[in-house]
């Protein structure tokens, strides 16, 4: 079982980290560092916005490089277990109190797809989801007060 530090990717968030981190760390830091030589070259960089803005994206990518580079060291990658509960990288199909019925992928936010609204297993949604089976009712507080959702049904995400 994961420890609290473990984030859970699929294969196909797995591959997609890996892509960008390696983009990132070649093209990315490549054109972040001609744009800084460009800037520089206009002149006095105490007034210069574009040697400003230059080093502000740098900072945000390297950030963004340290954060991809910590959640791959830490990942477990695997597929979704069919145990006919809610996992982490299934989607459930609910239905609210006023009979509206949404699709929830649970995965932590690294595992973004489209389509479906994420509900990350550190959420109050996800992890009052988390366990629950077709036919169970599940209720969470959020910051706008407390939602009950009926679980419908439940499937493996296949992306």
């Not at 959640?71 to 982490?88: P, Q």
Request: no cysteine; charged share 30%.
């Amino acid at each position: 079982m994961p420890d609290e530090k473990t984030t859970w990717l699929t294969p196909a968030a797995h591959t997609k980290l890996q892509e960008e981190y390696q983009h990132l760390t070649t093209d990315g830091r490549r054109a972040i560092e001609a744009r800084i030589a460009e800037a520089r070259a206009h002149g006095d960089l105490r007034e210069n916005s574009e040697y400003d803005t230059a080093k502000n994206d740098q900072g945000l990518m390297e950030a963004r490089i340290r954060m991809i580079q910590h959640l791959l060291d830490t990942a477990e990658v695997r597929e979704a277990i069919d145990s006919g509960a809610v996992e982490v990288g299934t989607v459930a199909t609910v239905v609210d109190e006023d009979g509206d019925e949404m699709e929830f992928f649970v995965a932590p936010a690294e595992n973004k797809v489209k389509g479906f609204i994420l509900a990350s297993p550190d959420s109050p949604l996800g992890a009052a989801l988390l366990g629950s089976r077709p036919g169970d009712t599940v209720t969470y507080e959020a910051p706008g007060g407390t939602f009950s959702y009926n679980v419908t049904s439940v499937r493996i995400y296949e992306g």
